[in-house]
């Protein structure tokens, strides 16, 4: 499989519910990101993993929880989520070459639709 | 605040004409400038990215242009096709910072 997954494509959950999303990267890059994109909206650039380690965390609340455990992988974890959070959660990568990370071009996944009840 | 806008959220053409959308941008001063395209339930697509030394850039039917003193970019398809419809985003870069605009949704009438 080649280019940036995302799983569950879809998702519902309720507000006391803990759920994961997963995003798998097949290109060989070096960065990975969490975007949020709701309805109207501008991207929210809400994590950036760079080398696996976070260098960025935008003023995001705690319920989210992002875990990179190496730089093929990035997870969001989801724990007591507010309607609000309703939204497209694309992950995507990048290949940061000497420069810090948003400088590069970025690919995203097909994103995780998320309802939260 | 640092702010980018895009024209229009919706834009309807006709095709074979020449569909132009604008990226205006204040309070920031971004080296790149990226285009995107998203389709209905998936992810944005890159398509060009444009460096701020540079005044144009084109591939393909696709030309974009890059002014950082009217602090605009303008994003140009040619000979529009009906497969052409989808938002498009633009998108700002900084050494430490990325941000999108909300993107225009693009219609190409057959």
């Known amino acids: 499989e080649t280019g940036v997954t995302q799983t569950p494509r879809h998702l519902v959950m309720g507000m006391t519910n803990k759920k994961s999303l997963k995003c798998e990267q097949h290109l060989g890059h070096n960065a990975m990101y969490w975007y949020k994109q709701s309805a109207k909206k501008p991207l929210e650039l809400m994590f950036v993993y760079s080398l696996e380690e976070r260098v960025e965390n935008n003023s995001v609340p705690s319920r989210f929880s992002p875990e990179c455990p190496n730089s ?3 997870f969001l974890h989801l724990h007591t989520l507010q309607p ?4 497209l959660y694309l992950c995507a990568s990048s290949q940061v070459n000497g420069g810090t990370p948003s400088t590069d071009t970025q690919y995203f996944g097909p994103g995780t639709r998320l309802t939260v009840l | 605040s640092q702010k980018i ?3 229009s959220e919706a834009l309807n053409i006709q095709e074979g004409k020449t569909a132009t959308l604008t ?3 204040t309070n920031y001063s971004p ?5 995107y395209r998203q389709d209905p339930g998936r992810g944005p697509v890159f398509l060009l990215l444009i460096r701020e030394n540079e005044k144009e850039k084109r591939k393909e039917r696709l030309k974009v242009t890059f002014d950082t003193t009217l602090k605009q970019s303008l994003f140009h398809i040619t000979a529009s096709q009906p497969a052409d419809s989808a938002t498009y985003l633009c998108a700002l870069q ?6 999108f605009g909300s993107g225009t949704r693009l219609s190409i009438r057959p």
Do not use: G, R, T
């Open chain 2, 5 to 7: 806008e895009q024209n």
């Open chain 2, 94 to 99: 900084s050494a430490s910072k990325i941000i």
């Open chain 2, 31 to 35: 080296a790149y400038l990226q285009w």
């Open chain 2, 23 to 25: 990226c205006n941008y």
């Open chain 1, 84 to 87: 609000e959070d309703s939204a």
């Open chain 1, 72 to 74: 093929s992988h990035l």
